[in-house]
């Protein structure tokens, strides 16, 4: 829609002429966007009648071949077929012998000028496009300066520079030197489509026309920035080309800074009219300049996997970044301190460009809802798909209730403006070369712009060149390195149960998905001999290590994956590991019509999004009996969901854990399944021969109960995971700090303990870690390079999640979540080391104080006898003094860690136990814990010699309330109460962390009393809200007058109808 400004403005489109020369005809980028771009221009009458549209390329072709080859691609657009004739008649050729062809340039000039003359007015102007790689812009700008400038007494001449501007600073002084020798700023507009999207500029109108925003646009107010570019593709062919540039400077030193500009940027003096482009451009420069060059350590650089399959790489142990997480500050007084983020990346899981603002905690809110959650409010500025605005701000839940919930005000552009008209929102390209028509100047890079660009990214690509830095492997289909989401959340608190709705689906930012759309499709048929037994979609190396064990198990798989170098690459693999029967597809009907009836379709993808477009994807060409099993971690609600949807369709649906890693994937893991029966039986056979074997156990696979069981069951594992390496870690932390042990004697510990009652997968892991070696030439072993920081994908916090949810305690494990977190938070834990003392610190020179305060402390505390606390303070001393341990009593500490390690996975198992158990009668899902503890013997990552026990332990007594009170491993806790004491005692007495060793006996100790401290709890709850309390001599519920400004709050028990109270 053009306004009447801009009707005004465009007078001259009736009293002058036009010749537009695209350089680069033959290329992609000119038959792709610049040529349909003229078009739309042309169909909207935004071209004067004059115009002569010239492609100059380097082929041998006549004015009707260029037509031809122009054809396809604006049929294909919106715009009529007698229209597109008519366009074309205006687009001729001029071939080149290169395009610093003086001679073939003065050609067209000639032509041009013979155009003119003929034209009805005596203004003529020239617009030269340049689609064409940036090594041959400064050839090509000599020769048009040469040959074909037009006389500023005719018209004007511009001329249109695609990206990138060069590769680097260097480079691009380079470039500009030679455009500058021959052209000023007003003659040059260098493109960058971001700027000519609709949302980047509609960027100044809201900050600028509206009252509120700019009160709120400020460090006071915001608490981070992220900018995302997303693709759902990889480089497909064009590698060799991307490989030369990477994600950094093709999207970020570019567009989403441009972008960034414009969002941060001070008022400029003028944002319409004369001067506006010089003042927008200034202010852009401004920011720009108060942005410092670019750290290593505020990027996490990813590559996907499976990146330099691409037959076009050359280089196969190539660096070239395809993701990039980049952390910069502006310094200036409106920014100073807010975080901003620029994210980019290739093969993801959508396709999606953004800004994203997130404001900061409402004050005071907490106290207001008391202790409520208050989500913070975000701005988000929607760049593609379909261009939005959407507040996320706070109001009521539906009900009775009034807890904060989050919910948008949203303006869709397509829906807002469009959705009742004839017209469209022009595309990026259009928009921007009807600037260039009218001699705007706001929305294109200025040479100032990008000197500065590439001076705060220079040093960083240098770095990540010359020090060959290896970007993190990630899985596509996937959001990228799962530590880039780890960086974010230091700063951006993410909404977890906030979905988000449009056009009937709703998306949950993290946690439960709306289940997929199902249309049925056609496929090819494939004659019966042809088929196989099953199929695995996702190849990622679990998928592909499971589908080469069901193959080598006698089963025909058919594989198949989003992206096809995967499939080729497991066809072979198959090949060299014995000719299995493997076959791979090339689409999803391929795959789905390469499998026997009923189906069976194992997915291994990332959780979320991915596994819902998968199932959409396969179900369209799936039938009644079929069957699909999700195999990724997943939050169970979300596989109730999807099986719920595909009930009518009449498709089952299965939700299965899978453990063990890479390795037990394909030599056998530990699978979880949970779902209906019948669909469990076929593949009972399948998975029973595929699945770990133990010797008088059977295969670690087995029905565990309806959907969402065998998810619910796997994420328990996972936290009793948590907890398992927490524990190791801590006895690590102990043995090292304390004890003064250097690797090699902690691995001699450690497999020492492997032969004992401590025997497990992890234990044995452990201390082949400690062993290794480093690989990249430093002296000693890897484990003492790696960084303190450990990641998650999400499971450990959905268990803690879910034990709050069911009233069950869980302390081991959320001890291992929170360490987690603290372990994120390494800057900050750096810092703080140097003002926050040790113990060795604090006591310096005060020798005998903490001696005595050490037995105080111990004494009064009840931790041990009078000679464990003797003992202990001895040890203690000598810890904090520097004084060498003697043996005795480091083998003490060896045996007490032992001790207090067994006691405390014991309580991990427990917790998780009993998680599971309180989540099956809730759900009513029967789920058998001694069949859990069998599942969990081989193959996965907590397998582990006390299983036999725990297995024992619930089939003789299924209703055992809790693990702890069976006779063998009440009897095993209570031999090593004393032992677990002092290890916790020396650890908290040595400044050494021990989280979860702490919170396991802490667990034991609540567990084992029958009276505790809740009634004084419950009696302040009754004294400040009148939440009454049960009484241990009569039944009933009860209030009490606790002072005279007590009122009688009536029937008791009404006052707790909805309360929570845990009885089991």
């Known amino acids: 829609p053009v306004d009447r400004t801009t009707s005004e403005e465009m007078k001259w489109l009736s009293t002058s002429g036009l010749t537009i020369v695209v350089v680069g005809a033959s290329g992609d980028l000119a038959k792709k966007k610049t040529y349909p771009s003229l078009l739309a221009l042309y169909d909207d009458n935004l071209l004067p009648k004059d115009t002569v549209i010239y492609g100059y390329a380097r082929s041998n072709m006549s004015d009707e071949d260029l037509r031809a080859r122009l054809r396809p691609y604006l049929e294909e657009t919106k715009h009529s077929n007698a229209v597109v004739e008519d366009f074309l008649q205006l687009c001729r050729y001029q071939a080149g012998k290169s395009y610093g062809d003086q001679d073939a340039f003065g050609e067209l000039a000639i032509l041009a000028q013979k155009d003119e003359e003929g034209h009805s007015h005596g203004t003529s102007n020239r617009l030269f496009y340049f689609a064409i790689p940036p090594n041959v812009f400064a050839d090509t700008g000599i020769a048009i300066k040469n040959t074909c400038m037009q006389d500023p007494a005719v018209g004007w001449t511009r001329l249109i520079v695609e990206k990138p501007f060069g590769r680097d600073l260097e480079s691009f002084e ?13 003659h040059i507009y260098r493109i960058d489509h971001y700027l000519g999207k609709e949302m980047v500029q509609n960027l100044t109108v809201l900050r600028f026309s509206n009252t509120w925003f700019e009160r709120v646009w400020n460090a006071n107010d915001i608490q981070c920035v992220i900018l995302t570019f997303k693709e759902p593709f990889g480089t497909e062919g064009r590698g060799g080309y991307f490989d030369q540039y990477g994600i950094i400077r093709d999207i970020l030193q570019n567009h989403l800074l441009q972008v960034l500009t414009l969002l941060t940027m001070e008022t400029p003096s003028i944002l319409e009219g004369p001067g506006a482009g010089k003042a927008i451009r200034d202010a852009k420069v401004a920011v720009l300049n108060a942005i410092p060059p670019i750290e290593l350590d505020d990027c996490i650089l990813g590559q996907y996997e499976g990146y330099a399959d691409d037959p076009t790489i050359e280089n196969k142990d190539t660096n070239c970044p395809t993701f990039a997480l980049i952390k910069l500050k502006i310094n200036t007084p409106r920014w100073h301190g807010v975080p901003i983020f620029l994210k980019a990346g290739k093969a993801l899981d959508e396709k999606k460009a953004e800004m994203r603002i997130q404001f900061k905690d409402a004050p005071a809110a907490s106290f207001l809802f008391a202790g409520q959650d208050c989500p913070r409010n975000e701005l988000v500025m929607r760049l593609q798909p379909n261009e939005a605005v959407y507040l996320k701000t706070n109001v009521k839940s539906p009900g009775f209730a009034a807890r904060p919930i989050q919910s948008e005000l949203e303006v869709n552009y397509d829906t807002r403006f469009f959705s009742h008209q004839s017209e ?28 500065r660009a590439w001076e705060i990214f220079t040093p960083l690509l240098k770095r990540i060149e010359n020090e060959n830095v290896r970007p993190i492997t990630y899985t ?28 009937g689906v709703s998306r949950k930012t993290e946690g439960e998905t709306a289940p997929p759309t199902v249309e049925v499709q056609k496929m090819t048929a494939v004659p019966e001999e042809e088929r196989c037994d099953i199929g695995l979609w996702g190849l990622a190396v679990m998928g592909q290590n499971f589908a080469l064990n069901m193959a080598s198990h006698g089963f025909s798989v058919c594989v198949g994956n989003r992206s096809s170098p995967k499939v080729a690459t497991t066809v072979e693999r198959a090949k060299k590991e014995g000719n299995l029967p493997i076959t791979g597809s090339k689409d999803a009907a391929d795959f789905v019509a390469h499998l026997s009836k009923p189906r069976k379709i194992v997915i291994l993808v990332q959780a979320g999004k991915p596994v819902d477009d998968t199932i959409s994807n396969l179900a369209a060409y799936m039938e009644p009996g079929d069957l699909i099993i999700d195999g990724g971690n997943e939050w169970f609600p979300n596989s109730i969901k999807r099986a719920k949807y595909l009930e009518p369709k009449g498709i089952h649906f299965m939700g299965m854990g899978i453990s063990g890693g890479e390795e037990g994937a394909r030599n056998g893991p530990s699978l979880m399944p949970g779902g209906p029966q019948a669909a469990y039986t076929m593949v009972e056979d399948i998975f ?6 133990v010797e008088g156990i059977g295969a670690c696979v087995g029905y565990l109960g309806p959907v969402g069981s065998g998810n619910y069951v796997k994420m328990v594992h996972n936290g009793i995971e948590y907890g398992d390496m927490q524990l190791i870690a801590e006895v690590y932390d102990v043995l090292k700090n304390i004890l003064g042990m250097n690797n090699a004697e902690m691995a001699d510990l450690f497999e020492e303990w492997n032969k004992t009652e401590l025997a497990s997968y992890l234990i044995e892991i452990t201390y082949k870690v400690l062993r290794k070696k480093d690989d990249q030439g430093k002296e000693g072993e890897v484990v003492d390079y790696v960084l303190d920081k450990t990641g998650m994908k999400g499971t450990g916090r959905w268990t803690i999640q879910e034990a709050a949810e069911r009233s069950v305690a869980a302390p081991t494990m959320a001890a291992a979540l929170d360490a987690r977190m603290l372990s994120g938070r390494k800057e900050e834990r750096v810092e703080a080391e140097k003002v926050l003392m040790a113990p060795q610190q604090a006591v310096a020179g005060d020798k005998q104080t903490i001696i005595d305060n050490l037995r105080t402390a111990l004494n009064a505390s009840k931790v041990c006898s009078y000679g464990e606390g003797q003992t202990l303070v001895s040890t203690a001393e000598k810890v904090l003094f520097g004084k060498q341990i003697d043996d005795t009593t480091k083998q003490q500490v060896i045996g007490d860690l032992r001790a207090a390690l067994y006691a405390s996975k014991v309580c991990s198992y427990a917790q998780g136990l009993s998680l599971i158990e309180a989540a099956s009668t809730e759900f009513k899902w029967d789920v058998d814990l001694s069949e859990c503890a069998r599942l969990w013997m ?55 962390a021990c989280p979860s060793l702490c919170s396991s006996l802490t667990y034991f100790d609540t567990y084992r009393r029958g009276r505790l401290p809740a009634n004084l709890t419950q009696a302040q709850r009754d004294f400040f809200g009148g939440h009454t309390y049960e009484r241990t001599d009569m039944e009933g519920r009860f209030h009490t007058a606790w002072t005279d400004a007590h009122m009688d709050i009536g029937d008791a028990n009404q006052r707790v109808e909805g309360e929570k109270l845990q009885t089991a």
């Open 174 to 186: 380079v470039l500009n030197k030679t455009l500058a020798e021959n052209f000023t700023e007003d």
């Open 424 to 451: 469209s929102n022009p595309d990026a390209y259009t928009r921007l070369i009807f600037d260039v028509l009218r001699g705007r100047h706001a929305a294109f890079v200025r040479d100032d712009e990008l000197r």
């Open 476 to 503: 596509q289909g996937g959001r990228g390195p799962d530590e880039a989401d780890e960086y974010v959340s230091n700063y951006y608190k993410r909404n977890e149960d906030y979905v988000f709705y449009e056009e």
């Open 688 to 693: 029973t021969k595929c699945a770990a074997q």
């Open 938 to 992: 081989g193959g996965c990552i907590i397998r582990a010699d006390l299983l036999t026990n725990i297995k024992s332990a619930f089939k003789e007594n299924p209703s055992l309330p809790n693990l702890l009170v069976n006779k063998f491993f009440a009897e095993q806790l209570n031999q090593r109460s004393t032992a677990w004491r002092r290890i916790v005692a020396l650890c908290v007495t040595s400044g050494i």
